[in-house]
């Protein structure tokens, strides 16, 4: 009984520790991205709606990858507006950099990684930046005249955010949102105190640590079965970089985690074909890999 109790002072003083040191950032994700939601959205859609009208050519990549980051939406959200997009004549490899881009980051999300410092949150945003540009791309040289995507059956979704009140619309996206996010970002940092508590940082810093690349394919490769909301993985990144994960680890976790999301990939698996999501899958882990071993490089 007296060992029990004394785990549990152990882990309930490393969970306090890391929730009083990740909350801020959590909260404050949550308020911008539902302002974001709730005030940006419609704007972010009718801007890149907008673009296909310009003869911009392959550099439409670039704005669409930056208005795919901004969207505050889900794929399974997101998904349905590309389709409409599609629908209005937007060309593909546009929609794949605002699919890629949508899918690896947002507003919120960017707020969440603050908490990892600053290093890490501007290699998050350039390399899922990046990584939008590649998807563009690669559709635009390898799927030319050719279509990529399959939309099919996925009609826009009705907004949630009808309320005529903006603060009672605000105040409802920002309930969902800790109802949505809420659980994970707990039991990240419950799974991340079970770390501080039962895995010695060596033995971690031995799998992950700087000089070992085989640390960037393991971080890449549990980014597949862990990765299930991006606020619940933070805690874990945090802890993980504190006993000796390398950067580049990191940055491949961050890639592989969001675009093997589960629930992304059934979505995906609809929109793209077997070959295609094969395809796609291959893509995410290669990029996750070269990002890991080039940040390891230069940090």
């Not at 859609?45 to 439409?60: A, H, P, Q």
């Not at 909301?229 to 390398?246: A, E, N, R, V």
């Not at 793209?272 to 291959?282: A, H, N, P, V, W």
Request: with cysteine.
């Amino acid at each position: 009984m007296d060992i029990l109790r004394r785990e549990s002072i152990y882990l309930w003083y490393y969970f306090t520790v890391q929730f009083e040191q990740i909350f801020p950032y959590w909260s404050l994700g949550m308020l911008i991205g539902s302002a974001v939601s709730v005030f940006g959205k419609e704007r972010i859609n009718s801007l890149f709606s907008s673009m296909k009208d310009k003869r911009i050519g392959l550099f439409g990549i670039i704005p669409a990858v930056i208005l795919g980051i901004l969207s505050p939406l889900c794929m399974y959200g997101t998904i349905p507006i590309a389709a409409s997009f599609s629908e209005k004549g937007m060309r593909d490899d546009w929609l794949a950099s605002f699919m890629m881009a949508s899918i690896l980051l947002n507003p919120q999300l960017i707020v969440y990684s603050m908490a990892l410092g600053g290093v890490v949150v501007t290699i998050r945003i350039v390399s899922c930046f990046l990584c939008g540009i590649a998807a563009g791309l690669l559709v635009h040289f390898c799927w030319r005249g050719k279509p990529f995507f399959c939309f099919s059956g996925f009609r826009e979704p009705a907004s949630h955010d009808t309320d005529p009140n903006l603060l009672l619309r605000f105040l409802k996206n920002f309930g969902r949102n800790i109802k949505a996010t809420g659980p994970y970002f707990l039991l990240g940092i419950v799974l991340s105190a079970l770390f501080q508590r039962y895995v010695p940082s060596e033995t971690f810093a031995r799998l992950f640590g700087r000089n070992e690349g085989f640390g960037v394919l393991m971080a890449a490769t549990i980014g597949v079965p862990v990765y299930v909301c991006g606020g619940g993985t933070i805690p874990l990144l945090q802890q993980w970089l504190f006993d000796g994960m390398s950067v580049g680890s990191a940055a491949a976790f961050m890639i592989t985690g969001p675009a093997t999301k589960i629930t992304n990939l059934g979505a995906l698996k609809i929109v793209l074909g077997t070959k295609r999501f094969l395809l796609y899958i291959l893509f995410s882990i290669a990029f996750a890999l070269f990002t890991g071993l080039l940040v390891n490089c230069i940090v």
